[in-house]
């Protein structure tokens, strides 16, 4: 099932360098929204103001799935970036049999779920076991959260239904955003 705080997020990540484009989607979301800006919807999805945040709960050094998807999110992005971009990205998932997958995350319609064995085919063991071991997390959560992230990161980065060069761009400008804000957040909260 969709995130709808992860597309809120990620439409406020991406927003300012997609601009308008972003905005006329149909997941698209003002930055605005849900009380405020991208801080107050990290600070929401991390559990901020709660017993959650750090808890270590269930697993997560962080506290629940929300944060640990929170947390995944620019090394989902660095991802990205590290295998050439979107667009090779999504040639990967295609030449790996998810295909279909990847079509209906560029695609305006709704968007195919994407599984844990999916994501250990695509991102691969090594990548998978390195974040596990640097975010103090199993390995089927780090894949659990890709397969999450992945799909609705796709979605927002092509709303008009294609990939476009302003999609990388976005990825970019996003990850420094995203990173600042979470970095706040987490200083915030004394982690």
């Known amino acids: 099932m969709a995130n709808p705080l992860l597309g809120q997020i990620l439409g406020s990540v991406f927003a300012n360098t997609i601009g308008a484009r972003a905005r006329s989607g149909p997941a698209a979301t003002n930055s605005g929204a849900s009380g405020g800006g991208l801080g107050d919807l990290l600070g929401g999805m991390l559990g901020r103001g709660n017993a959650s945040l750090g808890s270590g709960r269930g697993g997560s050094a962080f506290g629940g799935r929300g944060a640990l998807v929170a947390m995944l999110l620019p090394f989902a992005m660095q991802w990205v970036q590290r295998n ?108």
Do not use: C
Request: charged share 20%; proline share 5%.
């Open 84 to 191: 050439g971009g979107l667009g090779e990205v999504l040639k990967r998932f295609q030449q790996k049999g998810y295909g279909d997958h990847a079509n209906s995350w560029v695609s305006t319609g709704p968007n195919r779920m994407l599984d844990s064995q999916a994501v250990h085919e695509v991102v691969g063991q090594d990548e998978l076991a390195r974040l596990s071991q640097q975010l103090g997390v199993p390995q089927e959560e780090v894949a659990g959260g890709f397969g999450e992230i992945l799909p609705e990161m796709v979605d927002q980065l092509t709303p008009d239904g294609h990939v476009t060069p302003e999609a990388d761009q976005a990825l970019d400008a996003g990850q420094s955003e995203l990173n600042r804000e979470l970095s706040q957040l987490t200083t915030d909260a004394g982690m």
